[in-house]
């Protein structure tokens, strides 16, 4: 693992060494999408696939609040067995240390936790683990959230050859080479360039024999797998969406990912949830929020119609009447209960919340006098000036305006902090607050 101690786990994921469970996670995802070896051209496929590895590792041990404490405390030569800053000599063994935190231990790093492949520099017996997890995002309506939805699509991976049962040999007579390269290892240490005229030790899968430590010649190869110890097989599966759930949850296929035959099972296939914007409502945990468009009529008079089409197709009817004379205004909300989406596992549902919107008539709807004078007639007065005492102008002249759609041309053209769209500046102050002229 020296050549390991040197990557920064936190730059390998490109965050601070203060980051959250949550900055961790989602920096993982990124980089494991734009690193995923089947994402790129097949001759960089080996690139990135140390890059994943990488990538695997650095989330393994950051997601973890004990591994990251003693990733932090001393390196990634906390997970060498008889490593440096006081694992070594008499002192415990770390395989009783890990043991204890994490339930098994890490075999000093021979088991391959992190399904780097092949065993670890300086590892003792290697430790089958669980496949590597593939992530993938899924997208969905807001529709489909609401109802639930199951969905059936195939796919394609790997699976343990048959024919060989995962050795890569034709028979169990022929016998595998130890890979020269690595020498057994299933390693190789190589030089990474980090920055202008900077190298970086790093271990990564052996190339020659892809991280196994042997390989067999050719006419010893499996026929059926040709010595790569899988073979792809199509199956098809079952996506199910539960009703009420939400963004950026996960939905797990479990062992539905590709198998190897170093590890003890396959991993699983990680669907992470992202939802597609909705034309007409917002969420907010399990409530809704829409905008409702009424007339100026029905704002000082009320109304009773469908005023929306729901998720799961219904129409709301609201029917809305108004005592004493109640007026509804702009931005009243109207808040509806148990009409917001459903909570998982419940037939409990959110609440609903309807921001008005009054809609004015269009110019030129009154075309005669006589309708000015009874819309006149109906509605309030208008309001009359209230002059202070003493304030009573002494003339009054009637000036020409336009409409204008903003506040956009207040100020324009100084430096007023005041005018609009301007944006005040702090001035820098000292120790004691506001700094004062220099005499």
Not at 246 to 262: K, M, S, T, W
Not at 287 to 292: F, K, S
Request: glycine share 12%; hydrophobic share 30%; net charge negative.
């Amino acid at each position: 693992m020296s050549g390991v101690e040197e990557q920064d786990l936190y730059e390998v994921l490109n965050i601070s060494r203060g980051a959250t469970k949550a900055e961790v996670k989602k920096a993982y995802h990124k980089a494991a999408l734009t690193s995923h070896p089947d994402k790129v051209p097949e001759d960089e496929r080996e690139e990135a696939d140390v890059k994943f590895k990488l990538v695997s590792q650095a989330y393994e041990i950051l997601i973890d609040d004990d591994k990251r404490s003693l990733y932090d405390q001393h390196g990634m030569a906390a997970f060498e067995k008889g490593g440096a800053n006081g694992f070594s000599g008499a002192g415990p063994d770390l395989d009783d240390i890990l043991a204890q935190m994490f339930g098994g231990g890490m075999g000093g790093m021979g088991g391959d936790p992190f399904g780097m492949g092949g065993g670890m520099p300086g590892g003792g017996q290697r430790r089958r683990a669980k496949g590597r997890n593939e992530m993938q995002e899924y997208q969905v309506t807001l529709e489909e959230l609401y109802k639930g939805k199951t969905t059936k699509f195939a796919s394609t991976k790997n699976v343990i050859c048959t024919n060989c049962n995962g050795s890569g040999g034709k028979n169990e007579k022929v016998k595998a080479k130890t890979c020269d390269t690595c020498k057994g290892r299933g390693v190789q240490t190589k030089l990474q360039p980090v920055g202008p005229g900077m190298v970086t030790q790093a271990t990564v899968p052996c190339s020659t024999c892809e991280g196994r430590g042997n390989f067999y010649a050719e006419k010893d190869k499996c026929k059926k797998c040709k010595g790569q110890r899988t073979i792809k097989q199509k199956k098809i599966l079952e996506l199910y969406v539960p009703r009420g759930s939400r963004e950026g949850e996960h939905i797990v296929l479990a062992g539905e990912a590709d198998q190897n035959p170093d590890d003890a099972e396959p991993g699983d296939i990680i669907f992470e949830l992202e939802e597609i914007p909705h034309d007409t409502f917002n969420r907010a945990g399990a409530d809704l929020h829409a905008e409702l468009e009424i007339s100026l009529v029905e704002a000082l008079t009320g109304f009773n119609r469908v005023v929306l089409i729901h998720l799961d197709g219904r129409g709301i009817q609201l029917n809305v009447q108004q005592p004493e004379g109640k007026v509804i205004r702009p931005d009243d909300v109207l808040k509806i209960e148990g009409e917001g989406m459903p909570h998982k596992r419940s037939d409990a549902k959110g609440d609903l919340y309807l921001t008005v919107k009054v809609n004015f008539p269009e110019d030129g709807w009154l075309q005669t006098q006589k309708q000015v004078d009874a819309v006149k007639a109906v509605l309030p007065p208008a309001p009359e000036i209230k002059y202070k005492p003493g304030e009573t102008p002494e003339t009054v002249d009637e000036v020409e305006f336009e409409v204008v759609e903003s506040l956009e041309g207040f100020g324009a053209g100084s430096d007023d902090p005041r005018a609009a769209g301007a944006e005040w500046e702090d001035e820098e102050e000292g120790p004691g607050g506001a700094q004062c002229a220099q005499q």
